[in-house]
Nanobody, 119 residues
């Protein structure tokens, strides 16, 4: 069974830092990219950061210069280093992995971890 488990969320004051971690297991396909998305109550999910297998990254404009996405050496982990946090960063953060195998596409999501930034 494919599982993505996020950790590292919590309550932090504005200007503080958190590091989110995602551990993936049961991956039997070729990973194209891993990323982090977030969702606030009543809002649609949005891309925060994404890293492709070749190392290319992309970020939401709102987090550029503050957040960094990193892949673990074993390729089954992805991290999101969040610095200079703002109240508007408050959301549930979800880990995502997409890949392909024998012409089929795969897309999996974790259960999410809550990040709350107080002012």
């Amino acid at each position: 069974q494919v599982q993505l488990v996020e950790s590292g969320g919590g309550l932090v004051q504005a200007g503080g830092s958190l590091r989110l971690s995602c551990a993936a297991s049961g991956i039997t396909f070729s990973i194209n990219a891993m990323g982090w998305y977030r969702r606030t109550p009543g809002k649609q999910r949005e891309l925060v950061a994404r890293i492709c297998s070749g190392g290319n990254t992309n970020y939401a404009d709102s987090v550029k210069g503050r957040f960094t996405i990193l892949r673990g050496n074993a390729k089954n982990r992805v991290y999101l280093q969040m610095n200079s946090l703002k109240p508007e960063d408050t959301a549930v953060y979800y880990c995502n992995v997409d890949g392909s195998w024998l012409g089929s596409a795969y897309d999996y999501w974790g259960q999410g971890t809550q990040v709350t930034v107080s002012s």
